[in-house]
């Protein structure tokens, strides 16, 4: 698919990826090409995979929207003054603002790719021009599951959000407001999830892997309705976690160097991912940036052959501690690393996004997992821990502790007890990888205190890790407690989007 992906995107560059300056001021080029182009089969699956590159431009950013405002992640020259770092440090310390222009970047390559994805749905909506009903089916449910995706991420990071579910002119689009959360669970999240699981195949040949699935779709289902939160909506996530868990093509990887095999580049797609952003690193443009933002600053070519390697996502003391006080633990190299860089200086960095035989500067091979099966064995313990099963629970976990090498837990013998084990073992199986943000919102609903992200903050960035790093952020202005407010779990709406509009009054979320 790596392949066929490139050969697509030369004839659709020009078509379908186009920058706007707010998707509620232009008419993306895709809507005004879509009824002439979209009209065989051929070219519905050309328009699909540009989605496809879609959500891989827009992942390559996510981690400074996600993992770098949690507890796993800092920047790496906590001094400096460049611009870039001094951004990344706003969002990580809960003071962006709205005219934050990553932000405004990644809020418009998402609503970009939501227009592609409503340009291309109409052709695919009835078999006018595909003949073929499983061939139709697949079609619509990789966009719906894309759509679903990228609202799932919105609403999220940002709250309520604009639900644009057709293609759309200015003068229609500035009519349009924010709508709440619940409602877009609701009329876009959860019926498109629900269409994709229902019509996505079980599988593909190999050439065509990476493409949506029945697992994915239903996985990704059960995440919405866990970030839901309440009892029906933990009961229907159950019932599709044990779905997923049973589809055969799908399971821990097991056996020596298990861990750090899943994230192999010379072992994608392997049986433990569900679903993976796909790069192809070397000179076709179509690799990922992760390895040369993630390399340790100042390391030259120690880890890069070409390129200058950053240290943007680097791991917290807080979570190598973790690692380390257990020595038994698998996962640690895997996950990070040390340089030496002097005889008195040492640089951790992440690991698990690697690769040693990259030949372009910033195009890397690694995919990038948004959905594994380790991650849906964890989801399910931690809604035994909230149903009443909490003493049933262990035995999901220490599936992934097995793994690891460490003991067997004993039966929990409360929900608390219960949520503090999954939670403190999804921090460590799935670090680094974009899943820790959407944990800590969750904490607020599964240990009934919409504060517990907010307190976990606070206790790292002011207590634990203040002397080691957060007071040298930035030494003009370094993180302030009276940032870390439950209004600003959420990201301010880009301010652009607010002053383009002269129909209607856009709200800022409160604080910004």
């Known amino acids: 698919m790596k392949r066929y992906i490139k050969t697509l995107l030369i004839a659709l560059t020009t078509l379908i990826f186009t920058g706007c300056e707010g998707f509620l001021t232009e008419i993306p080029e895709s809507a005004l090409t879509s009824a002439d182009f979209y009209t065989t089969p051929i070219r519905i699956n050309q ?60 809020w418009y390559k998402t609503f970009q790719n939501i ?23 697949q079609y619509e449910s990789e966009l719906l599951f894309m759509r679903a995706y990228h609202y799932y991420t919105l609403v999220n990071l940002f709250g309520d959000m604009f639900k644009i579910t057709k293609v759309i002119g200015p003068n229609e689009a500035k009519k349009i407001n924010r709508s709440p959360v619940i409602e877009i669970y609701n009329e876009i999240i959860i019926p498109d999830l629900i269409k994709a699981a229902a019509q996505a195949p079980p599988g593909y040949a190999d050439a065509e892997k990476g493409r949506i699935t029945k697992w994915a779709a239903k996985a990704m289902l059960a995440k919405a309705y866990m970030m839901m939160g309440g009892a029906q909506n933990l009961a229907l996530a159950k019932i599709l976690l044990e779905e997923v868990m049973a589809a055969t093509q799908h399971g821990l990887l097991t056996g020596a160097g298990a861990y750090a095999n899943i994230f192999s580049v010379s072992n994608e797609m392997n049986k433990e991912i569900i679903f993976a952003i796909r790069y192809k690193g070397g000179s076709l443009g179509i690799g990922s940036t992760f390895w040369s933002n993630f390399a340790p600053l100042g390391s030259a070519n120690q880890f890069l052959k070409l390129g200058t390697p950053l240290g943007y996502n680097a791991p917290t003391l807080e979570i190598r501690t973790l690692f380390e006080s257990n020595s038994t633990d698998t996962r640690k190299d895997a996950c990070y690393r040390v340089w030496v860089k002097s005889p008195t200086s040492s640089v951790p960095y992440i690991s698990k996004f690697m690769d040693s035989g990259m030949t372009q500067a910033l195009q890397a091979e690694n995919d990038w997992i948004i959905l594994r099966y380790a991650d849906i064995v964890l989801l399910y313990a931690e809604i035994l821990a909230q149903d009443g099963n909490h003493a049933s629970a262990h035995t999901y976990v220490n599936k992934i502790r097995s793994r690891a090498g460490l003991a067997d837990a004993s039966p929990y013998g409360s929900k608390i007890e219960a949520l503090d084990a999954v939670y403190a073992e999804r921090r460590l199986e799935l670090a680094f990888e974009n899943q820790r943000w959407f944990d800590l919102l969750r904490m607020g609903k599964s240990y009934d205190n919409p504060n517990k992200p907010l307190e976990i903050m606070i206790q790292h960035t002011f207590v634990t890790d203040w002397v080691n790093a957060y007071s040298k952020y930035n030494p003009i202005q370094p993180p302030e407690q009276r940032f870390y407010i439950k209004e600003r779990l959420i990201l301010p709406i880009p301010q652009t989007e607010i002053d383009t509009n002269n129909e209607i009054k856009i709200a800022q979320n409160e604080s910004y």
């Not at 993992?67 to 962006?96: K, P, V, Y």
């Not at 592609?116 to 089916?137: C, G, H, M």
């Open 47 to 106: 328009g699909v995979i540009g989605c496809y590159n879609g959500m891989a431009t827009i992942q390559q950013d996510e981690w400074m929207f996600t993992e770098l405002r949690s507890d796993n992640t800092w920047q790496d020259g906590t001094g400096s003054s460049a611009t870039a770092r001094i951004d990344q440090t706003d969002l990580a310390s809960f003071r962006s603002s709205p005219s934050l222009p990553l932000l405004q970047t990644y």
């Open 115 to 137: 227009s592609n994805i409503n340009a291309v749905l109409p052709s695919v909506a009835d078999n006018k021009y595909i003949t073929i009903e499983t061939q139709r089916a």
